[in-house]
């Protein structure tokens, strides 16, 4: 819905199109991870994947609200829930149990990350100061999100 309500005012001028597009994808892409780092907290059987569950909240909580201040400047309609492709992501990962899920979580997680990277590298080059300001303030934060996943990947194997 966001990305046709967006396309419409694209069309009137009212908005960029790509800006939109990078805001809601990583909107979406914030909204997902946290419910994953949700499930994470109650599923996972290492304390890693746990701990690495609690920091996805608190930092895609604090990312997403930044992505909503930035919207909101650029007058983009973010979704209000994540993605119905997201929600079959979310419902694949529920169904896994103990150490298939933790498997499966931090598979996600890496690519999750690895896609925002490059949304991030591409966003990096919009002439809009605000939204390259924004990507080089958190672009580093992604970087680590997905450092750490490798490494609890590789714990794990």
Do not use: W
Not at 100 to 110: A, T
């Amino acid at each position: 819905m966001a990305h046709k309500i967006n396309k419409e005012k694209a069309e009137q001028n009212q908005l960029d199109k790509d800006i939109a597009g990078f805001l809601v994808e990583i909107a979406d892409g914030r909204m997902m991870d946290k419910r994953e780092g949700e499930e994470a907290l109650k599923r996972a059987t290492v304390k890693e994947i746990r701990q690495y569950g609690q920091r996805m909240i608190k930092d895609q909580t604090k990312l997403l609200k930044e992505v909503k201040k930035l919207a909101k400047a650029h007058q983009i309609t973010l979704p209000s829930d994540i993605s119905s492709d997201k929600q079959e992501g979310l419902k694949e990962l529920m169904k896994e149990e103990a150490k298939d899920f933790d498997q499966k979580f931090i598979k996600m997680m890496i690519l999750d990350h690895e896609r925002d990277i490059k949304l991030f590298k591409k966003a990096g080059m919009y002439e809009d100061v605000s939204v390259r300001r924004f990507v080089v303030k958190y672009y580093p934060m992604l970087e680590s999100h997905l450092a750490k996943a490798e490494e609890i990947r590789k714990k794990m194997n």
